[in-house]
């Protein structure tokens, strides 16, 4: 029966959940982030070290992780951004690295070395933003001048490719992607009428404030119950529902106003304490470690790529707002891609448009970006590292 999840592998992927997080504890001076123990973790449960289970062991839970990362992120970031010249510098940055993308995977196609010309031309503008924020929130760099571009940058890199798979390359066509961005516009004005409706005075805004912090836990609830809505929804193919896991997150935030801290709070320890490990865990167990290995020079180029693509621009375009050192590191935090390259790859694969090879070798350096690049942004920062603090009105703090 399908998404039925498999007691003996949860119990493995939830040991190394735990192990991770006492790694990190226990070394405090790791420059690895978690995410990397997680991902290493799966690879050594997986069927090409000790064979205990397979990601579709847990693929349901895994799903519900990859909304959370991007519900998280969403809800991290603060629109307001997108006014300001940060968000319009992470624009430009996106757009040169897309006309650069374009150039390059044009090249490889040309020359027999790419077969999926889109999917790998996405994949190297992509920003994880959600599997950054921990590691940018613990080092105390979403804060100041430089969290703000950071956060653009990482919004942008994040919100816009997966605009552009669920228009260009969804299962079920451009049509159904449009009527997807669609519904995720008439949730965001029916959750703000939402907010309208419920007056502060009202008996259901009084019956939600009393039960939000008790057993009832009613905006927590109601969260889970928007992203799981979502993802069962688009269960045809969960990249929608990734769109739409951002979007409602960034919806989310504006909706619950002054409550937002507290809910954030939630949504850390739900996500990060069990969903979100899930998915990465499940990511590791799914890498092909065969195809990376017959091929690593593959690996290397996509790696080398994403640098040049997505962090090259931003050299440039940071040039008269940033000093060199925090360019670099924005270029870095640019580079950094997993989770969507991730989907990209299932996309290439399942459509027959990928070559297994290409697959792996894609995610495998979007797992070298995540391993190398977050600690070279941590040994560029000189200020130590204390926590990021959360401006007025929503923005850096959460996820």
């Known amino acids: 029966m399908d998404d039925v999840v498999s007691i003996d592998t949860l119990a493995a992927v939830a040991a190394v959940s735990l192990l991770a997080a006492v790694v990190v504890g226990l070394f405090p001076r790791l420059l690895?982030?978690?995410?990397?123990?997680?991902?290493?973790?799966?690879m050594v449960l997986g069927p090409h070290v000790l064979d205990l289970g397979t990601a579709a062991d847990v693929r349901v839970l895994a799903d519900v992780g990859l909304g959370f990362v991007f519900l998280l992120a969403g809800y991290e970031l603060d629109p307001r951004l997108f006014r300001e010249d940060a968000g319009r510098r992470a624009v430009l940055a996106w757009s040169v690295s897309v006309g650069l993308a374009l150039g390059v995977v044009g090249v490889l196609?040309?020359?027999?070395?790419?077969?999926?010309?889109?999917?790998?031309a996405l994949g190297l503008t992509t920003t994880a933003l959600g599997t950054l924020l921990p590691v940018l929130r613990e080092k105390g760099l979403l804060g100041g001048r430089l969290g703000r571009y950071l956060l653009a940058t990482g919004g942008v890199g994040e919100l816009f490719p997966v605009l552009a798979i669920a228009v260009f390359l969804g299962s079920q066509g451009r049509l159904a992607a449009l009527a997807s961005l669609g519904a995720v516009a008439v949730l965001s004005v029916v959750?703000?009428?939402?907010?309208?409706?419920?007056?502060?005075?009202?008996?259901?805004?009084?019956?939600?404030?009393?039960?939000?912090?008790?057993?009832?836990?009613?905006?927590?609830?109601?969260?889970?119950?928007?992203?799981?809505?979502?993802?069962?929804?688009?269960?045809?193919?969960?990249?929608?529902?990734?769109?739409g896991a951002f979007l409602a997150g960034v919806v989310l935030r504006q909706w619950v106003g002054a409550a937002a801290p507290q809910l954030e709070a939630k949504l850390d320890a739900v996500g990060y304490g069990f969903f979100v490990p899930v998915f990465f865990v499940s990511s590791g167990m799914a890498l092909d470690l065969a195809s990376i290995a017959d091929t690593p020079l593959r690996l290397l180029l996509f790696?080398?790529?994403?640098?040049?693509?997505?962090?090259?621009?931003?050299?440039?375009?940071?040039?008269?707002?940033?000093?060199?050192?925090?360019?670099?590191?924005?270029?870095?935090?640019?580079?950094?891609?997993?989770?969507?390259?991730?989907?990209?790859?299932?996309?290439?694969?399942?459509?027959?448009?990928?070559?297994?090879?290409?697959?792996?070798?894609?995610?495998?350096?979007?797992?070298?970006?995540?391993?190398?690049?977050?600690?070279?942004?941590?040994?560029?920062?000189?200020?130590?590292?204390?926590?990021?603090?959360v401006p007025a009105g929503g923005g850096p703090g959460g996820g």
């Open 303 to 389: 790696l080398v790529l994403m640098l040049a693509v997505r962090g090259g621009p931003a050299l440039l375009v940071y040039r008269r707002v940033l000093p060199a050192r925090q360019r670099v590191q924005t270029a870095l935090v640019s580079a950094t891609a997993l989770p969507v390259l991730v989907a990209l790859a299932e996309i290439g694969v399942r459509s027959g448009t990928m070559l297994p090879e290409n697959a792996a070798a894609l995610v495998g350096a979007g797992v070298l970006t995540v391993l190398l690049f977050p600690a070279l942004v941590v040994a560029l920062d000189r200020r130590p590292a204390v926590a990021a603090p």
């Open 109 to 120: 196609a040309a020359t027999g070395v790419v077969r999926a010309f889109l999917p790998v």
């Open 191 to 243: 959750l703000g009428l939402l907010r309208r409706g419920v007056r502060e005075g009202g008996r259901l805004a009084a019956v939600v404030r009393a039960g939000q912090d008790d057993t009832g836990q009613t905006t927590l609830r109601a969260t889970v119950l928007l992203l799981v809505a979502l993802i069962a929804v688009t269960d045809r193919f969960h990249l929608d529902a990734v769109l």
């Open 32 to 42: 690895v982030p978690q995410v990397v123990l997680l991902l290493a973790g799966g």
